[in-house]
């Protein structure tokens, strides 16, 4: 008995310390499998990830504090269901449509041979730093943005920062980009800068098929769903609503919606050194959820114009916070505005 008593004990200690372990986040490197996982409390709530054949680097997946999806699996990870649209719209990422007339944010698999050449890529070279205790994590790493034959024209140097606060899982990327070409100029267009592409349930709903052509006149067409099947709804810190957020600028935005009984709301929030602030939002009802300083034209109507250009040496910097909330209501704008005014301070 005694022997079965002490034997139960220790299975007890060991249980105890494997979920003090557990408490708080942790980093995972698998190197193998080109990613570094993310867990708070034991539980995967993201991972950066550099494949291959997305020609970026990734977080992916996105989830809540308590493990539920929020973005969408395809193409790497479909589930059934999901749309199979804008094979490039994976996770979370930061991209451009035209720098320097490559095209960095249509780049994917889905690209034939023959139109590579007009294409950009995002490749990942090292981890810098990757840690994990108890109240934060944070990786570091370096990526080139490169040409279909390999030139680079932007040396990025990119810090997550990941933190809590109550049911908010919260991410801080400081994105730095350098020239290390004689000029590089981020053309004034409409797909970009740092986009999520949203699970089904979190889509806007619609009744309607939209077409979306890229800038190479490549055509998309995407089927829309009846009110019930999916249930997001933008809201932006100016006031505005669904489809009437695409093309305005505000500091923050957003995307709320039910999954899987929890009611979900992702968030961007701009931040005011980052050029072009406060951005113009790219949020489609389909499911991009995106932020765009850089594109102004097309959603001013030809009223504004940026541009940006780097010359060799010069680099810029780009600030965005991303929330990730689940609970039992959406994140209040009041709550948001404190995260938003809290991210402002930082440097």
């Known amino acids: 008995m005694r022997t079965g008593a002490a034997f139960l004990s220790l299975i007890v200690l060991i249980m105890f310390h494997r979920a003090e372990a557990q408490k708080g986040f942790s980093i995972q490197s698998l190197d193998d499998k080109k990613k570094i996982e993310v867990r708070f409390n034991g539980i995967l709530v993201t991972a950066y990830c550099y494949f291959d054949s997305t020609e970026k680097p990734v977080l992916f997946p996105l989830r809540t ?17 999901e749309r199979t649209d804008h094979p490039h719209h994976l996770g979370l990422w930061l991209n451009y449509e035209r720098v320097n007339g490559l095209d960095f944010w249509n780049n994917s698999t889905a690209i034939s041979p023959e139109k590579k050449p007009g294409y950009g890529s995002i490749r990942h070279q090292k981890i810098v730093s990757a840690s994990g205790k108890n109240d934060r994590a944070s990786i ?25 606060r109550n049911n908010d899982l919260v991410i801080d ?40 052509v890229d800038a190479s006149g490549n055509i998309t ?4 769903t ?3 099947a999916v249930t997001g709804m933008y809201v932006s810190d100016n006031g505005l609503s669904g489809d009437a957020v695409w093309g305005t600028r505000a500091p923050w935005t957003a995307l709320n919606g039910v999954k899987d009984g929890e009611n979900i709301s992702i968030v961007i929030i701009d931040h005011p050194s980052n050029p072009g602030y406060p951005t113009y939002w790219h949020a489609r009802g389909y499911g ?14 030809g009223t504004e114009e940026l541009n ?20 039992a209501s959406a994140l209040a704008p009041e709550a948001i505005d404190n995260l938003a005014s809290e991210f402002a301070k930082t440097k």
């Open 288 to 301: 991009l959820f995106a932020a765009n300083p850089l594109g102004q034209k097309i959603f001013s109507k």
């Open 140 to 164: 570091e790493t370096v990526s080139h943005w490169v040409d279909n034959t390999g030139k680079t024209l932007l040396e990025e140097k990119t810090k997550y920062l990941f933190t809590t």
């Open 173 to 212: 990327r400081t994105t730095v980009l350098k020239a290390v070409v004689p000029e590089v100029v981020f053309a004034d267009t409409k797909d970009g800068l740092i986009g999520i592409r949203v699970a089904r349930e979190l889509e806007m709903p619609s009744k309607e098929n939209s077409k979306y």
């Open 221 to 224: 067409t995407v089927s829309q």
């Open 65 to 81: 504090l308590s493990g539920n999806t929020v973005t969408r699996g395809y193409p790497v990870a479909p589930r059934p269901g």
């Open 308 to 327: 940006l250009t780097l010359r060799k040496g010069e680099s810029t910097t780009f600030r965005f916070r991303v929330i990730v909330h689940g609970g």
């Open 226 to 228: 009846p009110e019930g």
